[in-house]
Nanobody, 116 residues
Framework: QVQLVESGGGLVQPGGSLRLSCRVS????????LGWYRQAPGKQRELVAA???????NLADFVKGRFTISRDYAKNTMYLNMNTLKPEDTAVYYC??????????WGQGTQVTVSS
């Protein structure tokens, strides 16, 4: 079983930056994908960024050029660096892990609010 714990959310002004962290514990026993999703009030949860066990990354078009995803293998932690934040980035951000053997795992979520 895999456990995911997010941290780093908060209130930031438009144009500001935040870094989210997702600490990963447990074993995958094979290839996996880690990702960041977000869900704004009244909207569906959407993929923001993903990184594979091999290190390949993918970013949603609406965050390209502003967000980056990375992983520190020594710390078992995934990061989402968010720059030039906009009010429409306001959402609960969730860490996710997918693999063929363990299925889907989710963190508890962390609130990001972009407001002046």
């Amino acid at each position: 079983q895999v456990q995911l714990v997010e941290s780093g959310g908060g209130l930031v002004q438009p144009g500001g930056s935040l870094r989210l962290s997702c600490r990963v514990s447990g074993s995958f026993f094979g290839p996996y994908v880690l990702g960041w999703y977000r869900q704004a009030p009244g909207k569906q949860r959407e993929l923001v960024a993903a990184i594979t066990s091999g290190g390949s990354t993918n970013l949603a078009d609406f965050v390209k050029g502003r967000f980056t995803i990375s992983r520190d293998y020594a710390k078992n932690t995934m990061y989402l660096n968010m720059n030039t934040l906009k009010p429409e980035d306001t959402a609960v951000y969730y860490c996710n892990a997918k693999s063929g053997l363990i299925g889907d795992s989710w963190g508890q979520g962390t609130q990001v609010t972009v407001s002046s």
